[in-house]
């Protein structure tokens, strides 16, 4: 006759509990690391995106101002108050620095010299 002790068959079930369960938080510990290398590729990208907007936002800042100023001086002349000169070369600035916004630049100029490559790649 064969006799099973239930303490210590309550015993081995926990240990067997607790390997599975070492198992399994190794693979989760696994699969996190990855998810946050991945996370941090994506913050870098996304750091570079911003400086990218921000500088964009800031060209555009100037050639509101540039063009601002143009506006104000040409309707001064109009009326009188300034030489027409002055008025022409500020509409002139403001109108460089819009075909200068617009002229396109090489993306890869915001990047390191690793993600350069990557970008002359696609």
């Not at 926990?14 to 696994?30: H, M, R, S």
């Not at 100037?62 to 027409?84: E, F, H, P, R, Y």
């Amino acid at each position: 006759m064969i006799t099973i002790d239930l303490k210590y068959t309550l015993i081995c079930l926990v240990f067997v509990a607790l390997i599975i369960l070492l198992i399994f938080l190794c693979v989760l510990a696994k699969n996190l690391i990855t998810t946050v290398k991945n996370m941090n590729k994506v913050i870098d990208d996304a750091s570079v995106v911003s400086g990218v907007a921000s500088d964009k936002a800031m060209q555009v800042d100037g050639i509101v101002g540039d063009l601002g100023s143009a506006l104000n001086d040409l309707t001064a002349a109009m009326k009188g108050n300034q030489s027409l000169l002055g008025a022409m070369t500020n509409v002139a600035k403001a109108a460089a620095s819009t075909v200068s916004y617009f002229k396109s630049s090489d993306p890869a100029e915001y990047y390191n010299e690793e993600e350069k490559k990557k970008w002359r790649k696609h």
